[in-house]
């Protein structure tokens, strides 16, 4: 792993046609409604993270999980990566919390607030809502424009 990369969480949890969305009370993100998740610590595997991060953002336990897509971020003037690992939630236990990193909500899936989130979003919540698992490559000018991208669906993850 390059220096410059850092490795990240995304979990989406689902529930019939709902989608659970926290809004950002603080830090990288603040404001924008997105999926729960942060950085992966030294001493934990990508899906223990992913865990860890779900129940101290939202109170939900994740008893199972899948991985259904990578994400590259790369912002004009930083040299930092971030390798985001997108997971769904198949199995959890609890009711969720608002926490003081995010404020949970349901949303039906046929209206996610997309003008409220990463502008990425938009692009890969329709595969992963029809269950396509998928790798992406974003540029970012700032947090608002992106200037290329790829995004390709993919039949098997790391
Ligand atoms: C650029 N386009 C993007 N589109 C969608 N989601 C994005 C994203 N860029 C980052 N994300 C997610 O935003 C969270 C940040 O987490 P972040 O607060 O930095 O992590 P963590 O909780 O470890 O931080 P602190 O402990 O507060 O430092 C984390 O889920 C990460 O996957």
Redesign the pocket.
């Known amino acids: 792993m390059s220096t410059n990369q850092k490795i990240?969480?995304?979990v989406m949890v689902r529930k019939a046609n709902a989608i659970l969305l926290g809004l950002?009370k603080?830090?990288?993100?603040e404001g924008k409604w997105?999926?729960?998740?942060?950085?992966v610590e030294n001493d934990e595997t990508v899906a223990e993270g992913a865990i860890r991060?779900l129940e101290e953002?939202s109170g939900l336990v994740a008893k199972c999980l899948k991985k259904v897509g990578i994400?590259e971020?790369e912002f004009v003037g930083n040299p930092i990566v971030?390798e985001?690992h997108v997971f769904d939630v198949l199995q959890y236990e609890g009711e969720p919390v608002e926490t003081e990193?995010m404020q949970p909500q349901w949303f039906p899936e046929d209206s996610v607030p997309y003008e409220k989130m990463?502008p990425?979003?938009i692009l890969w919540y329709p595969l992963y809502l029809k269950g396509i698992k998928f790798k992406g490559y974003?540029l970012?000018q700032g947090?608002d424009t992106i200037l290329k991208y790829t995004l390709t669906q993919v039949d098997h993850l790391p």
């Open positions: 990240l969480t995304l950002k603080r830090g990288f993100g997105n999926g729960f998740g942060g950085k991060e953002e994400l971020f971030l985001v990193e990463w990425d979003d974003f970012y947090h």
